[in-house]
Every structure is written in structure tokens, then in C-alpha cells.
């Protein structure tokens, strides 16, 4: 067994504690990787919070990991030691669903065996990147092109392909009009990701205070959803709105912004159910949908995409030691704009 050193949740609620467990040896098809760093998605925190259900415990979070190749197994045919690499928010899936056979292995019908607090085939409880190293099939391991540094590529491992994945679908472009609610994580990823892609950025937030980064970063206009102005200005004006807010919204509210056939995807997940009146989807013929991160075949995309166009996210780097002060900043919507635990600090 590989000794693993690691943080994590003990209790319902609990903080991040130093925790030693074992990963397997590497089977066949297995790569071993030597984390280097690892983003905090608010997942994490609702993960340890219990917001969509009581996990398994001891729970190691993290799911944007990003490292180095350190091992690998006999019939491993695409990697080699000392590439690197990336592994986001799930580590294998049934491979025969029909959602699988299309690249689309987060949408697996039996379920994706996601990298923390999930049971993979064998039994083993998955246990995430907030952790030295970690095991995992070659099948579902993303390549980091050299012109990305690790601590900019993990982010882009949830965040990142969690905006570009209904960018795409959705055919955010030019002559596109499209909203991000919620500048934090995901939102900011969103802005630099829509701009690039050639479409209108507005940046919908709580406040004014993130204005000048929003605009630094692409955004065409930003907004106050606090001022009721905004919604009267911006009625019917997007043909797409990406809500990625953790907390629950005014959903029939952020509708009325969406012009004639627009889609709000929600890719926030608040504890609450969605409450939403049937007419605020009846007029405009508007659609609600939702999206879930992306495949692998996907997240290489994205990544290649990143890096080909120098798109990174803007982080924070802190020791492990720091990580339970970071989770309470992000609750208040403080962070710029996302934590990356260097994974060095494990020692
Ligand atoms: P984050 O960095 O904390 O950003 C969330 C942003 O939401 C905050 O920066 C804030 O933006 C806004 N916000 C927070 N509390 C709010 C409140 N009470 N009212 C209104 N706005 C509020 O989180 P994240 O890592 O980007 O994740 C965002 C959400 O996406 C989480 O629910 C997470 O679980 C989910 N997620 C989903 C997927 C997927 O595949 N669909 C993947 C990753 C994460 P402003 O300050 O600008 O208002
Ligand atoms: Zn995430
Ligand atoms: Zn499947």
C-alpha cells in the first residue's frame, strides 16, 4: 500500500484535520501521481458541510488536482513518469452507458465514481487532493501542456471546464449576449472563457466591489443584483445566463433577464430546491437547464484550449495548514478568486 499523507473532515460540520491512510499499489492500468497543488471548489465546502446529504468519514476533499506523474503500471500506454498531469471531479465510470460512449462519463448512468466521498468498484472509499498523492486509472487522467504551471492548471480541472462545457454546448459566441451570476470560482473562469470565445460578458454580483477585476478580466458590464434597477434595465437582454452562485437565488427574478428562447444553466448547487413560477418560463419561451463539469475528452479539450490562449485563473496559493481559515473566506464571498493549497506544506 502507498502511505498517503493528507487533510481532512472527521465529523458532521468538522474542520481539516492531518490525516495518514493508505492508497493502493498501482494496478496494470494505473498512473501514480504526486500532487503539487489542489484548488478549493466550494463542492468542498458543501461536501463538508453536509449540504447535499451526511458524507462518509474520514473525508478527504479536492478535486482539482494537479501534478506530476511519480509511477506507473505495466500496461499504462499514455503516460510516463514525470509528465504532468491533472485529475478533476471524478476518477472512473462504467465506460458502457451510453452517456460514456460519448465522452460523457460525468453524466454516467450508473453513476461516476467521483474523487472524494464516492465508492469505487472495488469497495475503496474515494478520498480526494487534498492529499500527497493519489491512484488513479490512466482512462480518466487529463494531460497539463508544459506552458501551464501546475498551480494555474488545477483550477481549470473544475472551474475551468465546469464554464467552458455549457459555453460550448449552449454556443456562447459572437452575437451572444451572456450573464455570469456570481463572480467567485467558477465566475471568474466564466468571464475569461465567454470573452474569449467572442461573446458579450455581464457579470451579475452581489455588489459593485468586484467591478474592476470583472472588467480587467473581460467582462463587457457589470451589475448589482442588490439595486432593483438592474432588473429593470436588463429585462429580456441574455440569450444565456450561467448561474454560479453556492447560495440560493431569486430564480423567477434572474429569468426575466433572459431574452426570447434564452437558457439560465445552473451550475450552482444550493442546499434549497428550485422554486420557480411556470410563467416566467412561459413568457420569452425560456428554458432552465443544468450542467455537471465535463468528460475527459472535454477537459483535454479545455485545457489544450487554456493553454493555447493563455487563459488562467487568478489564485490565492496557501500552506494545508491554512485550509479551514480559507473555507470561512470563501463563505463570505472572499476570495480572489480561488484558493490553491500548495500541497508542498504536507511535510
Ligand atoms: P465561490 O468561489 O464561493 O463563488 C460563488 C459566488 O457566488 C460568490 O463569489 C458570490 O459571488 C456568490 N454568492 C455567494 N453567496 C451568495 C449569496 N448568499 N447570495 C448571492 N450570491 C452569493 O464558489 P465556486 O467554487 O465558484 O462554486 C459555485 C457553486 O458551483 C457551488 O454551489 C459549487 O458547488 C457549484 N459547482 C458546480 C459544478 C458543476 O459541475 N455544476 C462544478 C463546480 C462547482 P458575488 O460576490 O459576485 O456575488
Ligand atoms: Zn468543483
Ligand atoms: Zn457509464
Same mark, same amino acid.
Given at each position: ?7 481532512? *473532515?472527521?465529523?458532521?460540520?468538522? %474542520? ?17 501521481? $504526486? ?10 465546502? $458543501? ?10 468519514? +474520514?473525508?478527504?476533499?479536492? $478535486?482539482?488536482?494537479?501534478? *506530476? ?9 499514455? =503516460? ?6 491533472? *485529475? ?12 460514456? /460512449?460519448? &465522452? ?31 491512484? #488513479?486509472?490512466?482512462?480518466?487522467? #487529463? ?17 475551468? #471546464?465546469?464554464?467552458?462545457? +455549457? ?31 467572442g461573446a458579450e460578458v455581464t457579470v451579475?454580483? /452581489? ?10 478580466? &473581460?467582462?463587457?458590464? =457589470? ?7 438592474? =432588473? ?5 437582454? =441574455? ?43 412561459? %413568457? ?5 437547464? &443544468?450542467?455537471?463539469?465535463?468528460? #475527459? /475528452?472535454? @477537459?483535454q479539450e479545455m485545457m489544450n484550449y ?5 487563459? @488562467? ?35
Amino acid at each position: 500500500m502507498l502511505k498517503t499523507k493528507a487533510y481532512a *473532515v472527521f465529523q458532521p460540520k468538522g %474542520m481539516l484535520f492531518p490525516y495518514t491512510f493508505n492508497r493502493r499499489e498501482p494496478r496494470d492500468k494505473d498512473v501514480v501521481i $504526486h500532487i503539487h497543488y489542489c484548488g478549493i471548489c466550494h463542492s468542498d465546502i $458543501h461536501t463538508v458541510q453536509g449540504d447535499w446529504g451526511e458524507p462518509q468519514y +474520514p473525508l478527504v476533499p479536492g $478535486h482539482e488536482i494537479a501534478g *506530476v506523474v511519480a509511477q506507473v503500471g505495466n500496461k499504462v500506454t499514455h =503516460f510516463k513518469v514525470g509528465e504532468k498531469v491533472g *485529475v478533476g471531479c471524478f476518477v472512473d465510470s462504467c465506460r458502457n452507458c451510453a452517456p460514456c /460512449q460519448k &465522452g460523457l462519463e460525468q453524466y454516467c448512468a450508473a453513476g461516476a465514481v467521483f474523487t472524494y466521498n464516492c465508492t469505487e468498484k472495488d469497495g475503496a472509499l474515494t478520498q480526494g487532493g487534498y492529499s500527497d498523492k493519489i491512484v #488513479i486509472n490512466e482512462d480518466y487522467v #487529463i494531460r497539463i501542456p508544459d506552458s501551464l504551471p501546475l498551480d494555474k492548471a488545477a483550477p481549470l480541472l473544475c472551474a475551468g #471546464i465546469t464554464l467552458y462545457s +455549457p459555453l460550448k454546448h449552449w454556443k456562447a459566441g459572437p452575437g451572444k449576449k451572456v450573464a455570469v451570476l456570481g463572480f467567485g470560482g467558477l465566475g471568474h473562469m466564466g468571464v475569461k472563457l465567454a470573452r474569449s470565445l467572442g461573446a458579450e460578458v455581464t457579470v451579475l454580483s /452581489q455588489s459593485l466591489k468586484k467591478e474592476a477585476d470583472a472588467l480587467r478580466m &473581460g467582462a463587457n458590464y =457589470f451589475y448589482s443584483t442588490a439595486d432593483p434597477k438592474t =432588473f429593470e434595465k436588463l429585462f429580456c437582454s =441574455f440569450d444565456l445566463i450561467l448561474n454560479t452562485v453556492s447560495a440560493n437565488i431569486d430564480w423567477n427574478k434572474i429569468l426575466s433577464l433572459l431574452a426570447l428562447d434564452g437558457t439560465l444553466v445552473t451550475l450552482g448547487v444550493p442546499k434549497e430546491m428550485v422554486p420557480v413560477h411556470a410563467f416566467a418560463l412561459l %413568457m420569452g419561451r425560456r428554458s432552465l437547464a &443544468g450542467s455537471l463539469i465535463g468528460g #475527459i /475528452q472535454e @477537459t483535454q479539450e479545455m485545457m489544450n484550449y487554456c493553454a493555447e490562449k493563455s487563459i @488562467t485563473p487568478e489564485i490565492e496559493t496557501i500552506p494545508m495548514q491554512q485550509v479551514n481559515t480559507a473555507y470561512e473566506r470563501i463563505l463570505k464571498s472572499d476570495v480572489r478568486y480561488r484558493f490553491v493549497i500548495d500541497n508542498a506544506s504536507l511535510q
